[in-house]
């Protein structure tokens, strides 16, 4: 068996550099890519399998087998020795093909004549994009020089197709990033959107995959790794006292320092790439690795490698995360993640928002929700597929993502959009009218925000006030605790923005799933019951009397509205009530102006206040049920677990049941009572909950034209009936007989 050399490598890539630069088509372009790998191995055949779609596999090229297989012979992923090569995504290297396993006789490729077959994956960031093989007549395993040399032209094969060097005349072949991709994510928040990508940090391109000087190629990379040391290392000072983040670092150290993760790069750049294609090599290699291991642990350090890759390729490159490229007029913005800081920057310019990962309760999620911009996470593969530019439609609703769709899809899209859009035009022309029902009840309708931007809303939406403002939002996206003075400007820019109108300012809600990033988090085994709201404002009172003094000084002698969050039981709520007061008697002394009146009131959130003593009702300014919160502890189901959140209704018979005791109470105490949960922006929730007599309803902006579109269409008292209807005949849920009473009034 011949010996190849580094240089026969490195000739091969040379050749097939000059390969790509000639004038020849997308499938002259591959014919020839065969040819010149099979003359250098020294093997008769030389075939590449691309993906036709994404379980078919297709021979598009060969040099050795019949020709006329080409575009003829497919097969799926897993079947004969390529299906299985693009299936493991591992090499096949056997010196008898026909007996392997997996083996299959295509009769019309002519391959039983050769005995020899070595498969390898061509594969791009994780991504498989075909396979190529070379086979040989001569029964002998191929040794791991050989191999490795085809993996190096694997490599340099995916980013060829990548580029769309095979794409042309002749080529039944198009370039991956130019085909619809349809990904399917979790909704974080509701909406549709057309636009055009916009890559939060744009991939780093790689033009020069093949280079002459191996050791001009190895200094680069030298260079290179020593800055990543460096900037490494100055992270690690910065993040001093934060051990997360300091651990987090340490393995980015520990992999920057590796001498394995070094020589592999280095042994591809002898082998003819450049150092910019090593490492995008050696990080092809670990994200298949990722999407193949089940073990958590290696999945986030090999995650963490690629992270240190993309900014290896960075510096290589010098490609920044601004790469120059203009935002579209339509942005919608596509990141792996991305925090609520980034977010907040790029602010409503966003249409929509699609993250690879990112959670439903995150704080980035919080502040899309708070923006309005349609929001899917967890959209798998999505920053592999988007290139800055592509056409992207984005369907909130289902939690479907089409990138470069073809025109049917965007077809039926845009008629979804256009029906909102008449939608919309009823709602506002509707806004400025009441909510007024069939049957003459007047339901109040007011806003939820939580940021300066939500404020322009309570014009636009039509709502009569802001009922809740959720004050948390301000410590979230800062990275360090805002000053007394700072809270103060923006509460009074709030409450000059609202124009007189009520604004009911929510204290601090921190813990469970928002937590502040320069407070020390704790450890608790279910954060959604523990050291939260209300109980950290008790236990930390100065943060509590910090805010507190802030609201005080914003009201500037008007009127103010504060709301304690998360009230489990009639003390909390007395006490917090006594901080106010302290500080009330602490203001006045300072000599500053008092609000002209205050109202107090508590967030019912947790089952056991809807129980409290009816002092505590009598006592308590107003109450605003929290639904939330209050549904995840009434039936045991964590708003935060896709698994279970929406596994019980809203609407189900016991929560209404629930709901309606408190109603009763509040009506028998004076109570005012309203609701500021997510469901009271769902038009049939709304419509029930005013059925059972509730008659202030706070929810998102947007979610106003629609409730207030169907409360106006009903009686009541009809609502009623149906609700008493189902309930009698043991229905579960009652959303059955209210859909059906709706669609009646239609
Ligand atoms: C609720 O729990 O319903 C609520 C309005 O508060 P948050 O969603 O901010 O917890
Ligand atoms: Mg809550």
């Known amino acids: 068996m011949q010996e190849r050399t580094e240089s026969d490598s490195r000739k091969l890539l040379g050749r097939l550099r000059d390969a790509m630069a000639g004038d020849d088509a997308g499938q002259a372009r591959l014919d020839k890519i065969t040819h010149l790998i099979a003359t250098s191995m020294k093997c008769e055949v030389c075939s590449i399998y691309l993906f036709r779609d994404d379980d078919t596999l297709e021979l598009c090229a060969t040099e050795g087998l019949n020709k006329e297989a080409v575009h003829q012979t497919r097969m799926k992923v897993g079947e004969g020795l390529v299906g299985r090569v693009a299936k493991s995504r591992n090499i096949i290297n056997t010196p008898d093909a026909p007996q392997a396993k997996g083996f299959r006789y295509m009769a019309e490729t002519g391959e039983d004549l050769f005995s020899s077959f070595l498969g390898v994956p061509i594969q791009r960031l994780g991504d498989i994009l075909g396979v190529l093989v070379v086979q040989s007549k001569v029964a002998r395993e191929f040794n791991t020089d050989e191999v490795y040399a085809l993996e190096v032209v694997a490599m340099v094969l995916a980013e060829m197709t990548e580029l769309g060097a095979f794409v042309g005349e002749g080529a039944a072949m198009s370039a991956r990033h130019s085909q619809p991709v349809s990904l399917r994510g979790t909704v974080a928040q509701e909406g549709v959107a057309e636009g055009h990508v916009w890559l939060h940090e744009p991939r780093v391109v790689v033009s020069n995959l093949i280079a002459d000087d191996p050791?001009?190629?190895?200094?680069?990379?030298?260079?290179?790794?020593?800055?990543?040391?460096?900037?490494v290392d100055q992270m690690l000072t910065m993040s001093a006292g934060d051990k997360e983040q300091q651990e987090v670092i340490e393995t980015y150290r520990m992999f920057a320092n590796s001498k394995g993760w070094m020589k592999r790069m280095q042994?591809?750049?002898?082998?003819?790439?450049?150092?910019?294609?090593?490492?995008?090599?050696?990080?092809?290699?670990?994200?298949?690795?990722?999407?193949?291991s089940s073990d958590s642990y290696m999945r986030e350090r090999l995650s963490d490698l690629d992270d240190l890759s993309n900014r290896l390729l960075r510096i290589l490159t010098g490609q920044g995360s601004n790469t120059g490229a203009e935002m579209p007029p339509d942005p919608i913005l596509v990141a792996r993640n991305i925090g609520p800081a980034e977010l907040l920057e790029y602010g409503r310019t966003l249409r929509g928002i699609v993250l690879e990962e990112g959670s439903v309760g995150s704080h980035a999620a919080i502040v899309a929700r708070a923006l309005a911009i349609p929001l899917i996470v967890h959209a798998g593969r999505i920053t592999n597929e988007a290139l800055n530019g592509d056409h992207i439609m984005i369907d909130g609703d289902l939690g479907r993502v089409h990138l470069r769709a073809d025109e049917n899809v965007v077809s039926s899209f845009r008629d979804k959009i256009a029906m909102q859009a008449a939608a919309q035009e009823r709602y506002a022309s509707i806004r400025d009218q009441p909510a007024v029902t069939k049957c003459g009840n007047t339901i109040a309708l007011h806003m939820n925000a939580g940021l300066m931007a939500d404020l322009p809303s309570l014009v636009n939406s039509g709502a009569e006030g802001v009922g809740l403002f959720r004050t948390e939002l301000q410590f979230l996206v800062r990275n360090k605790m805002p000053r007394r003075a700072d809270l103060s400007t923006l509460y009074r820019r709030v409450?000059?923005?609202?124009?007189?109108?009520?604004?009911?300012?929510?204290?601090?809600?921190?813990?469970?799933?928002?937590?502040?990033?320069?407070?020390?988090?704790?450890?608790?085994?279910n954060p959604a019951l523990g050291w939260r709201a209300i109980r950290v404002g008790l236990d930390k009172p100065g943060i509590m009397r910090m805010q507190l003094q802030a609201l005080l000084r914003a009201a500037d002698g008007g009127p103010l509205t504060v709301m304690f969050p998360f009230v489990a039981q009639f003390e909390e709520y007395r006490a917090a009530r006594a901080q106010l007061d302290k500080t009330i008697a602490g203001e006045k002394k300072l000599g500053h102006k008092l609000p002209s009146s205050i109202e107090v009131g508590a967030m019912l959130e947790t089952p056991s206040l809807a129980f409290a003593p009816d002092k505590f009702f009598e006592e308590v300014g107003f109450l605003s049920i929290g639904g939330n919160d209050l549904k995840q502890f009434f039936f045991a189901a964590d708003r935060e677990n896709e698994r279970v959140r929406k596994r019980y209704d809203t609407l189900n018979v016991s929560f209404l049941t629930f709901l309606e005791g408190i109603v009763e109470r509040c009506v028998a105490t004076g109570t005012p009572l309203s609701f500021c949960g997510e469901d009271a922006g769902r038009p049939i929730e709304a419509l029930c909950f005013a059925a059972i007599g509730l008659r202030t309803l706070s929810m998102r902006p947007a979610s106003i034209g629609p409730v207030k579109s169907l409360l106006r269409r009903c009686d009541l008292a009809e609502v009623r009936a149906a609700i008493h209807g189902a309930?009698?005949?043991?229905?579960?849920?009652?959303?059955?007989?209210?859909?059906?009473?709706?669609r009646q009034q239609y």
């Open 215 to 231: 050791e001009c190629e190895t200094q680069r990379l030298i260079d290179a790794v020593d800055t990543l040391r460096l900037s």
């Open 267 to 292: 042994d591809d750049i002898t082998q003819g790439l450049s150092a910019e294609a090593a490492v995008e090599k050696e990080q092809s290699l670990a994200r298949a690795r990722m999407g193949q």
């Open 495 to 525: 409450l000059d923005a609202a124009q007189g109108k009520r604004v009911v300012f929510r204290t601090l809600d921190i813990g469970s799933d928002k937590v502040l990033p320069y407070m020390k988090p704790n450890d608790e085994p």
């Open 727 to 742: 309930r009698d005949r043991g229905e579960m849920s009652v959303r059955g007989a209210v859909m059906e009473y709706v």
